[in-house]
Structures are given as structure tokens and as C-alpha cells.
């Protein structure tokens, strides 16, 4: 199943926890309590996708998951730049976004389904990586922009310069 036909499966679920979610707790809390099991989720995920790595994780194998991104149409990604220790490309286009908007979803719900997952995925992948996203369609912006860096030390990993 592609990740676009996943995410669009469990979305109607999840708009419906959030409505009974909303009726108990109030809507800041539905949301916050969405967004942090869909996190957790997405962190597992980067851990499971980090044990597939043929050697150890590295930034050169986390850029594959693109590929898995791109399945079914659900993101247009270009301008893909894999250095070093960068890794940087928008996302042009989003299913995920559009899909959400169909089934009438709100762009808070579309981004705790969808964008909220990245960075904890990348977490999950390694503490080494770390990410940073100026800008979302989800919330109205043109493109999607990432960088993910590879850290040579993680974090509290102490310099071995004398």
C-alpha cells in the first residue's frame, strides 16, 4: 500500500477521534494529543526504516527514503542537493494536502497528519540528524522546504580534538 493511500485511510479515523477527542478535552488538547501519538509514531517508523541500512544509518541512506515518498503521486520533490552532510529539496507538490482538503479536513489536522511526522522520523532514523523546514503547503506556503544535516558528533557526544 502506498504511504499516500495509508495516510488518507487512517485520516478519516483520526478526524473522527479528534471530534469525540474535542467533546472531552477541548480542541487544543485533541490536536496536542493527536499530534504527539502520530509523532511517536513516525519516530518508530525512522527507527524501523534506520534498522534497514546496510551498514549503519548514514545521511547517503536516509536520502533513499525519498523514493518511498514519492510512491503514488504523494509529493513532487525537486531541486534534491545530497552533500556532505546535507541533504535539501522542496516538495513541490503535495497529495497529502490536497487529499486532506477533499475530505474536508482543516490544515491543522492535515499537518499534524502529515507534516508533523517528519522531524521525529528523522530523530527516529538517528540522533545525528536534525532537520529544519522553513515553509509547508499545508499551511498555504508555495513549496515545502527541507534541509536535513548529519551531524558528525551527535548531541553531548564529546569532541576527540585535544
Request: hydrophobic share 45%.
Amino acid at each position: 500500500m502506498s504511504m499516500i493511500a495509508m495516510r488518507t485511510a487512517q485520516a478519516g479515523l483520526v478526524a473522527r477521534i479528534r471530534a469525540s477527542l474535542e467533546k472531552e478535552i477541548g480542541p487544543a488538547r485533541a490536536i496536542a494529543v493527536l499530534t504527539e501519538a502520530i509523532e511517536d509514531d513516525a519516530r518508530r517508523a525512522g527507527e524501523a526504516f534506520a534498522r534497514l541500512a546496510p551498514q549503519q544509518p548514514s545521511l547517503g541512506h536516509f536520502a533513499t527514503v525519498l523514493e518511498r515518498w514519492r510512491e503514488g503521486g504523494a509529493l513532487d520533490i525537486e531541486d534534491v542537493s545530497l552533500k556532505l552532510n546535507t541533504l535539501s529539496f522542496a516538495v513541490a507538490n503535495c497529495a497529502y494536502a490536497r487529499a486532506y482538503a477533499e475530505m474536508g479536513l482543516d490544515a491543522e489536522l492535515g499537518y499534524a497528519l502529515s507534516c508533523s511526522r517528519d522531524e521525529p522520523f528523522a530523530q527516529g532514523y538517528s540522533p545525528k540528524l536534525s532537520m529544519l523546514r522553513t515553509q509547508t503547503i499545508m499551511q498555504g506556503a508555495p513549496k515545502c522546504l527541507f534541509t536535513f544535516t548529519w551531524e558528525a558528533f551527535s548531541q553531548g557526544t564529546p569532541s576527540l580534538s585535544r
